[in-house]
Antibody, heavy 119, light 107 residues
Framework: QLQLQESGPGLVKPSETLSLTCTVSGGSISSSSYYWGWIRQPPGKGLEWIGSIYYSGSTYYNPSLKSRVTISVDTSKNQFSLKLSSVTAADTAVYYC???????????WGQGTLVTVSS | SYELTQPPSVSVSPGQTASITCSGDKLGDKYACWYQQKPGQSPVLVIYQDSKRPSGIPERFSGSNSGNTATLTISGTQAMDEADYYCQAWDSSNLYVFGTGTKVTVL
């Protein structure tokens, strides 16, 4: 059974960089069939796709966040990571990692991790 | 940018049918999917490619997509179906787009 687990600091200061890692178990991140994505959800609000990465390193970002987002993959560790720079309180959210097929929905999700931006 | 609009809330009596709409420009030309999210939990895919159900999703969940509107229908709604529901589509410019979300209340 595929499992995804987010990890990283739960508190980030304004203007700093948010960094999260998603560890994939029960399957290989190098599978040619899948993309690996990040989605966030501010408290009490809806879902927002941040970006996705293919195991080869090809990335696709939400245009509204593109200037601040970097997603990378480490196939040796079966992990992919998110960096979001210059954060503000508006970036406070539960951050999920998830798997999708090409142009297909997210079928496996991590449990999510709350990141609060505050001084 | 591409937007998907859903009604904020839908109420339904147990055993009745709930319909949740998702509106977007020429949405029928794209594949739509639906997620169910219960409080404190991660979203769960309940419909993909407009009308297909993943393994383990009850038959009472069904979907359709035509014109500018995709619809999720829950037949014989049960108390356990009370949750937030999000539609999602893939757009060539904006890639993955989520709907605004609908809270389904089973009264």
């Amino acid at each position: 059974q595929l499992q995804l687990q987010e990890s990283g600091p739960g508190l980030v200061k304004p203007s700093e960089t948010l960094s999260l890692t998603c560890t994939v178990s029960g399957g290989s991140i190098s599978s040619s069939s899948y993309y690996w994505g990040w989605i966030r959800q501010p408290p009490g609000k809806g879902l927002e796709w941040i970006g996705s990465i293919y195991y080869s390193g090809s990335t696709y970002y939400n245009p509204s966040l593109k200037s601040r987002v970097t997603i990378s993959v480490d196939t040796s560790k079966n992990q992919f990571s998110l960096k979001l720079s210059s954060v503000t309180a508006a970036d406070t959210a539960v951050y999920y990692c998830a798997r999708s097929g090409a142009r297909n929905p997210f079928d496996y999700w991590g449990q999510g991790t709350l990141v609060t931006v505050s001084s | 940018s591409y937007e998907l609009t859903q009604p904020p809330s839908v109420s339904v009596s147990p055993g009745q049918t709930a319909s949740i709409t998702c509106s977007g420009d020429k949405l029928g030309d794209k594949y739509a999917c639906w997620y169910q999210q219960k409080p404190g939990q991660s979203p769960v895919l309940v419909i993909y490619q407009d009308s297909k159900r993943p393994s383990g999703i009850p038959e009472r969940f069904s979907g359709s997509n035509s014109g500018n509107t995709a619809t999720l229908t829950i037949s014989g709604t049960q108390a356990m179906d009370e949750a937030d529901y999000y539609c999602q589509a893939w757009d060539s410019s904006n890639l993955y787009v989520f709907g605004t979300g609908t809270k389904v209340t089973v009264l």
